[in-house]
């Protein structure tokens, strides 16, 4: 167990959904990122949030939405979904000493 | 932006040594990072290593860092058949950046 914590682990939805994922980074950890990896782009760096705030956004399409709420979890909400949506999505959390630990990740199947 | 490139695959023996090599183009970035992949988990930090570093050993593994080439390398010793997974070298500017991953090493082991 990393100490970082993803929900669902696996998802399947139809093309036009929305879903939303969830990330319980580890106990001390202030910063969330969320990556996308898929075969043909490879792991996606997607957004980052640091206390609450958004510090730093990648290759995020406008139709997903993330947020890090007060006790520092995060969601990752993807809407309007498209088959080429389908992918593992990963959240990391981060300390001071550069120590990057993922979850397990969830993966998301679009049919 | 950052670019991190590395081979795409890998292939040696048991009780070999793999070595799995890896190019950055920003010399900017201060932390560089080894993940290990297994088929259908997340991604595990390996090890890490300042740019201030030559070398980092951890056990079976050695990193090495050429940063005037802007180039990294992961030794395993003594590779076993458990070590098979995919390799990922990854780059950032701080400790709170976000990471920049390459699209990483399949390493195979042969018994």
């Known amino acids: 167990d990393s100490g970082v914590t993803q929900t669902p682990k696996h998802l399947i939805t139809a093309t036009g959904q929305r879903v939303t994922l969830r990330c319980s980074p580890r106990?001390?950890?202030?910063?969330v990122y969320w990556y996308q990896q898929s075969l043909d782009q490879g792991l996606q760096f997607l957004i980052q949030?640091?206390?609450?705030?958004?510090?730093a956004k990648g290759n995020i399409l406008e139709r997903f939405s993330a947020q890090q709420f007060p006790d520092l979890h995060s969601e990752l909400s993807l809407s309007s979904l498209e088959l080429g949506d389908s992918a593992l999505y990963f959240c990391?959390?981060?300390?001071?000493?550069?120590?990057?630990?993922f979850g397990s990740g969830t993966r998301l199947t679009v049919v | 932006g950052e670019d991190v490139e590395q081979s795409l695959f890998l292939s040696v023996r048991e009780g070999d040594s793999s070595v799995i090599n890896c190019t950055y183009t920003?010399?900017?970035?201060?932390?560089l990072y080894w993940y290990k992949q297994e088929p259908g988990a997340g991604l595990q930090l390996l090890t890490y290593?300042?740019?201030?570093?030559d070398m980092k050993q951890d056990q079976r593994l050695t990193v090495l860092l050429n940063k005037k080439d802007k180039h990294l390398s992961l030794r395993i010793a003594d590779t076993q058949t458990g070590d098979s997974a995919i390799y990922f070298c990854?780059?950032?500017?701080?400790?709170?950046?976000?990471?920049?991953f390459g699209p990483g090493t399949s390493l195979s082991v042969i018994p």
């Open positions: 290593i300042f740019s201030n570093m």
């Open positions: 990391a959390s981060s300390q001071a000493q550069g120590s990057y630990t």
């Open positions: 106990s001390g950890d202030l910063s």
């Open positions: 949030y640091y206390n609450g705030e958004e510090r």
């Open positions: 920003d010399s900017s970035s201060t932390y």
């Open positions: 990854a780059a950032s500017e701080t400790s709170y950046d976000k990471v920049i």
